[in-house]
């Protein structure tokens, strides 16, 4: 066939043997599309089927917050109970709101060390209440600001 001196791939094929590998070649292009298409389908027929899509724009998080956890409870109990009577006391003492802000965050940091401190309902239910009624002030705080330019005082 050849000399031992070359090497194996620079041998050239027979003419009458080259027929039969071109279809050697051919039958094994095909079995191994056979064995990918097989591969496939099992890898598909093993994987279990994708989760359905969450979408990004879902806030029922928010209610869930308010009906499950302890923060979210405070926060519902703090819009109707602390938040006005603090809205209450601020517009009593008829602060800027500047100045109430500076009380609410004094406030907040007392409040809040005493609930890292000792975790308890109520001092949750006055951390949130705290800047709950700030926000509800500060309409409130407006309406006082124009009070005063209207009257000249």
Same mark, same amino acid.
């Given at each position: 066939m050849s000399s031992s001196n070359e090497?194996?791939?620079?041998v050239q094929p027979d003419t009458?043997?080259?027929?039969?590998r071109q279809e050697d070649t051919e039958?094994?292009?095909?079995?191994?599309?056979?064995?990918?298409?097989a591969a496939e389908y099992l890898r598909d027929a093993a994987t279990p089927a994708?989760?359905?899509?969450e979408s990004n724009?879902?806030?029922?998080?928010?209610?869930?917050?308010?009906?499950r956890s302890p923060n979210g409870w %405070?926060? @519902?109990?703090? =819009?109707? *109970?602390?938040?006005? %009577?603090? @809205?209450?006391? =601020?517009? *009593?003492?008829r602060f800027e709101f500047w100045t109430a802000s500076g009380f609410t965050l004094l406030g907040f940091a007392?409040?809040?060390?005493?609930h890292l401190r000792a975790e308890r309902k109520t001092t949750r239910l006055l951390t949130w209440g705290l800047p709950v009624?700030?926000?509800y002030y500060a309409p409130v705080a407006i309406l006082f600001g124009l009070g005063k330019v209207l009257v000249g005082g």
């Open positions: 090497p194996w791939w620079s009458a043997s080259g027929d039969r039958d094994f292009r095909d079995a191994a599309a056979d064995l990918r298409d994708a989760p359905p899509k724009w879902d806030f029922t998080w928010i209610t869930q917050m308010g009906k %405070a926060f @519902t109990r703090a =819009l109707w *109970s602390v938040g006005p %009577a603090y @809205t209450l006391f =601020l517009a *009593s003492q007392v409040i809040g060390g005493l009624g700030l926000a």
